[in-house]
């Protein structure tokens, strides 16, 4: 199993609820950009469930040699890998933090999951979730930077399991909504449309497991999307969103 974005706490929830259903792996890797955490991740896993870990110390704001990844072996990917960044109002035109949310949701994390869906239709079989946002629905004023890139995965997730159905590789998407995470730490979201980690870990493993092509963590946000993407563009450009 790889696990990318292995900080995440939806990660490691994920990782949790896998092996704690008495599901094993030859070797799990941990892709990162915080190695220290990261074996603090393989460490209390090791102890707990007897899994092997492996770290791979991976950046992906930063130009990375995706050679050694080609050799990795694995039935399973697990992607959510994401940088939020600054809102519009106080990052529109940083042009650091305009590359970094564009290199880490989108233009890097798929050249690197391409490596491993080349793998998965080689091998004719393979599971790769991938977490995307609601975000990516429709662009809204605070953070149309952030959504853009989230759109742009999400089509790609749309096209690439089209493409690999045929040679037995399931892509499914995940839709998290809001989640209760560091990264979400300083937003004020309702409670009814927020979920935990922990939630979202068990909702996205009975995904997998039923092979489903698209999940919501929190469904009503399904439907809330729905009602913003048809809301006629004349007014919603003069909305506050």
Known sequence: MVILGANSEISQAFIERVLSRGERFPVVYLFSSNEENAKRIAR?????????????????????D???????????????????????????????????????????IIVLLNHFAQHFEAKG???????????????????????????GFTAYLQGLRNYLFHKGVHVLTVIPGFMDTPMTANLSTPKMLTASPQKAASIIYKAWK??????????????????????????FKKMKM
């Open 44 to 64: 209390h896993f090791t102890v707990k469930y007897q899994q092997q870990f492996e770290i791979i110390p991976f950046d992906l704001s930063l130009e990375n």
């Open 66 to 108: 995706f050679e050694p990844i080609k050799q990795l072996d694995t039935e399973l990917v697990f992607c959510a890998s994401g940088f939020l960044g600054k809102d519009a109002a106080t990052g529109l035109y940083d042009d650091a933090n305009t590359q970094r949310i564009i290199a880490v949701n989108y233009s890097r």
């Open 125 to 151: 079989k393979g599971t790769l979730i991938a977490l995307t946002s609601v975000a990516g629905e429709r662009g809204r004023q605070s953070n149309f930077i952030y959504g853009s890139a989230k759109a």
């Open 210 to 235: 039923s092979k489903k092509n698209v999940v919501y963590v929190t469904p009503i946000w399904r439907y809330i999307m729905l009602i913003i993407r048809n809301i006629p563009e004349f007014i």
